[in-house]
């Protein structure tokens, strides 16, 4: 295993579960929590500059979305001017560079995807939300992502649209404080026998769509042929049954490994994805991957840490939250990003080192956005420091999410309207 991430790795050698959790649980340790390595800084000058292109952007956005185009003429230029508005703001405020761009907005490739997945959805579902929908996409994408990282042609397969599907019908169920525990272990018993290939009977709808998406991986990956496609979707369900036990707003850190579980629970995540884009990786892949999950999985534990804690879910983050500032613990994920990172230099394929880019760049920008709208847990010497590492200054940032929270279902709307173009084209 690749050791120079840190020592925590190399003492966890065999690739299983508890392993990979021990290692980079190690890795966490190592990391420092007293340094913000973060080197860029970004003049009010040049803040001001991408704050405008950025307002530009969404202003142009937001004027799309008040008239869904309705012909396919209308569609045609609606498209090219979002593309375009899109890439002048991904250029000028983000910093993206042309490589960047052509992977993103290369004909066919992710924006295909989104409106096959849509009409997927739908088909599949008719009563499904928007909301739901969207969550799905935005996996089926980083999907997507992983399948260039391999070199392997960006599309949407019957795989990738039924992992994708079960995060609103198995995640944000077991995440429901309103269903009662003992409902979701019994549904979490059945689950299991389906997915280690057991013929078991629905006990209502919602049961029915998830083993019919079970059903679309058996029928891409065949279980002689590819198991560990089949135990890693065992383990993502273990450790979601484990996260349960995060359900306990009395608990002490001492009670709970917040740590550990939710470290499994994201790195099982991505290692699934891995294993249904590629049906096999390698040893190196799966280490990354796993990381990497664990890393997300953080940050969006970070970025709910108040709604978290409102709720009663144990993470490090709510665990922390009104008993000590959250900068030490921020700062060591900042950290252990940058070494998670260093492991994906396993991918030699010609577009990886632009994902390396996106995924690096998204991360930080992930932790960044999510310690500026949670400052008032912060101390002020830390959030001024970490907002000249930021090019938006973070009350631009909250205006923006503030103004146009409500945005969502006119993007799906929106999205709808090219499925439906395509659908006709067919």
């Known amino acids: 295993m690749p050791t120079t991430a840190g020592q925590g790795l190399a003492e966890h050698k065999d690739g299983s579960i508890g392993d990979l959790v021990a290692g980079f649980s190690a890795l966490w340790w190592e990391s420092d929590t007293g340094t913000l390595p973060l080197t860029e800084t970004y003049s009010d ?39 375009s508005a899109f890439g002048e703001f991904a250029r000028n405020a983000l910093g993206f560079q ?63 649209f039924a992992y994708s599907m079960l995060y609103p019908y198995t995640d944000n169920y077991l995440d429901d404080p309103t269903v009662n525990v003992e409902t979701k272990r019994s549904f979490n018993r059945r689950f299991a026998r389906r997915l280690s290939g057991e013929d078991v009977a629905p006990s209502n709808a919602h049961e029915r769509n998830i083993y019919e998406l079970v059903g679309m991986i058996e029928g891409q990956y065949q279980r002689s042929q590819y198991p560990q496609v089949y135990d890693s979707l065992l383990a993502i369900h273990r450790a979601q049954e484990k996260s349960l036990l995060l359900l306990n707003r009395a608990a002490s850190p001492y009670e709970v490994d917040a740590l550990g579980i939710s470290f499994e629970k994201g790195g099982a995540s991505v290692l699934a994805d891995g294993y249904l884009v590629a049906g096999s990786i390698t040893e190196a892949q799966a280490e990354f991957l796993f990381g990497y999950g ?121 999205i709808e309207a090219f499925s439906r173009e395509e659908a006709v084209s067919e």
């Not at 952007?57 to 979305?65: A, C, I, R």
């Not at 928007?130 to 996996?139: E, K, L, P, T, V």
């Not at 990282?149 to 990738?160: F, Q």
């Not at 921020?330 to 991918?347: D, P």
């Open 45 to 83: 000058s040049q803040r001001s500059s991408r704050e405008a292109h950025y307002q530009h952007f969404v202003d142009t956005m937001s004027e799309e979305l008040k008239r869904v185009p309705r012909t396919r003429e209308q569609r045609g230029a609606t498209r090219e001017r979002i593309m």
């Open 98 to 160: 042309e490589r960047h761009l052509d992977l993103l907005l290369s004909p066919g490739g992710f924006t295909q995807v989104g409106v096959e997945f849509t009409q997927a959805a739908r088909r599949f579902d008719p009563t499904v939300t928007a909301s739901d929908i969207f969550q799905a996409m935005r996996n089926a994408w980083a999907m997507n992502g992983l399948q260039a990282m391999w070199g392997l042609p960006v599309t949407l397969t019957p795989s990738i």
């Open 294 to 414: 664990t890393f997300l999985q953080l940050a969006d534990d970070l970025q709910d840490v108040m709604t978290d804690s409102r709720d009663g879910l144990q993470t490090i983050f709510s665990q922390t939250l009104g008993r000590w500032p959250l900068d030490a613990v921020t700062n060591r994920l900042f950290n252990y990003g940058e070494k998670v990172m260093q492991l994906a230099e396993c991918f030699d394929s010609p577009k990886a080192d632009t994902l390396r880019d996106l995924m690096a760049n998204s991360g930080v920008s992930l932790v960044m956005n999510a310690a500026g709208a949670a400052r008032e847990f912060y101390g002020d010497a830390y959030i001024e420091e970490l907002e000249t590492h930021s090019p938006f200054r973070f009350s631009f940032l909250r205006e923006m999410r503030e103004k146009h929270a409500g945005q969502h279902g006119s993007l799906m709307r929106m």
